[in-house]
């Protein structure tokens, strides 16, 4: 029988399909009306609610809302403990509040349920430099306890599951476990793509195939590449590869939005802060353009490549 259109199934249907659709604010509240719904009637299931809530945070996430991410991600772990998208989600929203403690503990606890998990990996080495920086060679001593996950909690997300369908969780911007040594801010699953080796793999032939396009001057057809690349997995290098072919075919917004992508998952990437400040100048947003290279320089403050391209933007 089928959801009615005000049912919390119907809801959360839609709000995935917001989610899908960019539209962040409008999906949050979808899915703030079918948790709404279900406490009403009493009678949800700890795992449902825990879904909604795992929803939410991906929502506030993708806004910057890290605050309500947290709390979102916390009351879903408070349901059903150790689930895996509201520890990684509830990481990377410490890690952009800079509380790297607590999302060391997140992505240490998100490894214990699954170890295959390649961006609690990433997420740990991360975490540990910070720590390191922050708080000297004794920053373990300073850390919150890293909770024990019981054997039953932990499972490999490579197998789908009953509840792994598309309609339990927000469609969009990653497979389970993004690759690319980088945070996953926009993390949450796609449907019906279930994180597997054997897509991991795929996903890394498609990247190469589309380098090697790049290097024949094929920019056209290795953007359909990198885009079926990232479809698998959402990949730093992928996104900055395909805005470099967007630069070359002068397709500029999509070029600074792949950028944006990349940064999302690694905020000092030097490529993407380049790459974009190079679309920006073409689409004349000398100001923000300014703001990239002066951020690269941060970085690397002999970088050649980008001294010489601000030199251009103060002319312009």
């Known amino acids: 029988m ?19 659709r960019g539209q962040y604010g409008p999906a949050a509240e ?5 948790l709404a719904q279900l406490e ?8 449902e609610r825990s879904v909604l809530l795992a929803n939410r945070a991906a929502c506030h996430l993708k806004d910057g809302a890290c605050s309500l991410c947290v709390a979102d991600c916390s ?7 150790f689930g895996i998208k509201p520890l990684l989600r509830r990481a990377a ?18 490894l214990q349920v699954d170890c295959s998990v390649q961006a609690a990996h990433d997420g740990v080495n991360r975490m540990t430099k ?7 060679v004794n920053w373990r001593q300073k850390l919150p306890p890293i909770p024990t996950v019981p054997v039953s909690a932990q499972t490999r997300w490579s197998v789908p599951s009953a509840q792994a369908s598309g309609a339990n969780t927000p469609p969009a911007t990653a497979p389970r476990g993004e690759g690319g040594g980088n945070v996953p801010l926009g993390w949450a699953e796609s449907p019906g793509v279930p994180r597997t080796a054997a897509g991991m793999e795929r996903a890394r032939v498609l990247k190469e195939e589309g380098n090697e396009l790049v290097k024949k001057g094929n920019h ?43 940064l999302r998952l690694d905020p000092k990437n030097v490529k993407a802060l380049y790459r974009r400040a190079q679309a920006l100048k073409e689409l ?5 353009s300014i703001a990239d290279i002066k951020s690269l320089l941060k970085t690397e403050p002999k970088n050649t490549a980008a001294l010489r391209l601000l030199q251009e933007l103060n002319r312009a």
């Open 30 to 34: 979808l899915y703030s009306r079918a």
């Open 93 to 110: 929203a410490y890690e952009a509040l800079e509380r790297y403690s607590l999302a060391y503990v997140d992505y240490k606890t998100a």
């Open 40 to 47: 009403a009637a009493g009678d949800a299931s700890a795992e």
């Open 130 to 136: 910070a720590l390191l920086e922050k708080d000297g």
């Open 220 to 262: 056209k057809k290795a953007v359909e590449k990198y885009t079926e690349s990232l479809k698998l997995n959402k990949e730093c290098a992928t996104y900055t590869n395909r805005a470099l072919c967007y630069l070359s075919l002068k397709q500029y917004k999509e070029a600074a939005q792949d950028c944006t992508e990349a």
């Open 75 to 81: 009351s879903a772990l408070e349901l059903v403990p």
């Open 2 to 20: 089928a959801a009615s259109p005000g049912s919390p199934g119907a809801l959360r249907r839609a709000g995935n399909e917001e989610f899908r």
């Open 284 to 288: 004349k947003d000398y100001k923000s």
